[in-house]
C-alpha cells in the first residue's frame, strides 16, 4: 500500500494594509501561528523584510523565538533570511541558538532579497544578490556541519570560523533554499541536497516553472552526490479561507 502524506503550513511574509496598526498587525501574526497549531498544522515559515511597510517583521528569528514559547508542535522556519544582509557566521550562530531554544523546532530558510528596496538601503547591488546567497550558503552549510571556515569574499572575512554550539537537531537544523521562477534556488538547493521553498503560486504558468525548477534541483543533486527528495519540496500558493466557497469567492472578487 503506498502512503501518501501531505503536510500543510503557511508561509508568512506578512502582508498588513499600510494604515492597520502595526503592534495589533504582530499580534495577530503571533496569534494565528498558535491557532495554527492548535488547528494540528505542520510548519509556519516568517519572512524577513526591511522596507514597503506592509511585510512588517524585521527578524524572523526574533519572531520564531516567541512563537515558540506560545505552541507545542508547529515547525517554525525563516521564510526566508535574506543571506546578502548579514554575515554568514553570525546569522548561522544565532540560528544554531534557536535550534536549540525551539528543540528542534526550527527550519533555516534562505534565499537572496526580494525587495529591491531593502538591498538599496544597505549598498546591495541587486546584479549580486544570488552570488552572494551562494558564498553565504556554501560557508553556512560548512559551518552547521561542525567544520573549521577559513573564507574570504569581497563582503565578508572568515578566520577559522566554528561554532561554540553544534546544532540540537542532528546531523544538522534543516535547511531550504527560497525558488520562484529564477532557476537559481533549484540550482543551489540541488547542489546541497537541501531544501526547496517554491514560490510563486499555482496557476498553469507557475507550474511550468516549478516543474523546471524541480528538474534543475534532480540534476544538481546528481552532479554532486546528493539524494533528490520530493520529501523537501514545498509549493507555496495563495489561499483564501471562507465559511464557504461562495464566500470565497465573493470576498476575492475584486482582489
Not at 577559522?160 to 538547493?189: D, F, K, N, W
Request: glycine share 10%; with cysteine.
Amino acid at each position: 500500500m503506498t502512503e501518501r502524506y501531505l503536510r500543510s503550513g503557511i508561509f508568512l511574509a506578512p502582508f498588513h494594509a499600510l494604515e492597520e496598526n502595526p503592534t495589533m498587525a504582530l499580534q495577530r501574526d503571533m496569534e494565528l501561528v498558535e491557532h495554527l497549531d492548535r488547528l494540528g498544522y505542520h510548519e509556519a515559515w516568517i519572512g524577513e523584510h526591511h522596507s514597503g511597510g506592509f511585510e512588517i517583521i524585521a527578524s524572523p528569528e526574533v519572531f520564531i523565538a516567541a512563537a515558540a514559547e506560545r505552541t507545542r508542535h508547529i515547525r517554525l522556519g525563516t521564510g526566508v533570511a535574506s543571506l546578502p544582509y548579514h554575515n554568514p557566521f553570525i546569522l548561522a550562530d544565532r540560528m544554531v541558538q534557536l535550534d536549540h531554544q525551539t528543540r528542534g523546532r526550527v527550519m533555516f530558510g534562505v534565499g537572496p532579497g526580494a525587495l529591491v528596496h531593502d538591498a538599496v538601503k544597505i549598498g546591495v547591488r541587486a546584479a549580486d544578490q544570488r552570488r552572494m546567497m551562494n558564498e553565504s550558503l556554501d560557508v553556512i552549510v560548512r559551518l552547521l556541519r561542525g567544520e573549521s571556515v577559513t573564507e574570504r569574499t569581497d563582503w565578508f572575512d572568515l578566520n577559522g570560523a566554528r561554532l561554540q554550539l553544534s546544532c540540537y537537531t542532528r546531523p544538522m537544523m534543516e535547511l531550504a533554499v527560497a525558488a520562484s521562477r529564477s532557476p537559481a534556488g533549484a540550482l543551489a538547493s540541488g547542489r546541497h541536497g537541501i531544501g526547496m521553498l517554491s514560490i510563486g503560486g499555482t496557476s498553469p504558468e507557475a507550474m511550468v516553472h516549478h516543474t523546471k525548477n524541480w528538474g534543475i534541483y534532480e540534476e544538481q543533486a546528481r552532479l554532486h552526490g546528493k539524494t533528490a527528495d520530493r520529501r523537501n519540496w514545498r509549493l507555496v500558493t495563495l489561499l483564501h479561507v471562507a465559511e464557504t466557497r461562495e464566500r470565497a469567492r465573493e470576498n476575492v472578487r475584486f482582489g
